[in-house]
């Protein structure tokens, strides 16, 4: 499908963003990928606490690694991608030592500005949930007390779908959403 809406005022962007699942194995010079994290690094948090962490991976071990925490179907497609990051979100403030109940909402956010920044730059990204989360906190080597994981980005240029098997081709392009009407409610 086309993405389209009546909604003047908004940035075509937000159509233009989808999640491909085809990937291009072409590396990500260092100058964009610090571009799509530093996006990240400037989202709001509670008391600023920044409680987001995007462990990466890009080398041929690493990436070996990181797929092998992702279920089969995530395997099939993401191992194309030559980036593969895994997000995590500190449980408790720096500040105090105290449950921070805000962190996944704020590191969702971060996540945003990182994928938007990616597409301005004319990578794709797509998350996933479907994935072992000990294995995650395993591969990436962070402390499961410290921090939540929430999902694993795929991010690299757009590849031809070609590349996928038939089932995945067909699923290739962007989706629709609910109307506005049903998540914009008036009180
Ligand atoms: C947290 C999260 C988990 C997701 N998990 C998977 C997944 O495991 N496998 C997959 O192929 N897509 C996954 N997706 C992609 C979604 O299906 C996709 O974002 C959604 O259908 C909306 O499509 P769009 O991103 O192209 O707009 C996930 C997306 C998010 C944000």
């Known amino acids: 499908m086309t993405r389209s809406t009546p909604i003047k005022n908004l940035d075509p962007i937000f159509l233009e963003r989808w ?18 994290f530093e996006a990240a690094r400037w989202a709001p948090s509670c008391y600023n606490e920044q409680p987001w962490l995007f462990a990466y991976t890009q080398t041929q071990e690493g990436l070996k690694k990181f797929q092998s925490a992702l279920v089969e179907f995530n395997q099939t497609w993401a191992s194309n991608a030559p980036v593969l990051i895994i997000i995590f979100s500190k449980k408790t403030f720096d500040r105090n030592g105290k449950e921070n109940q805000w962190a996944p909402f704020d590191t969702g956010a971060a996540w945003m500005s990182l994928a938007m920044q990616a597409h301005k730059l004319g990578y ?13 906190f395993e591969v990436a080597e962070i402390d499961p007390t410290k921090y939540d994981v929430l999902a694993v980005i795929a991010l690299g240029r757009q590849g031809d779908k070609n590349c ?6 067909k699923g290739e392009s962007p989706s629709d959403r609910k109307p506005l009407s049903s998540i914009m409610v008036e009180k």
Do not use: C, N, V, Y
């Open 19 to 36: 999640s491909p699942r085809a990937f291009k194995k072409d590396p990500i010079p260092k100058e964009d990928l610090e571009a799509i």
């Open 164 to 169: 996928l098997p038939e089932d995945m081709q």
């Open 124 to 136: 794709i990204t797509h998350g996933m949930g479907g994935f072992d989360p000990k294995k995650a």
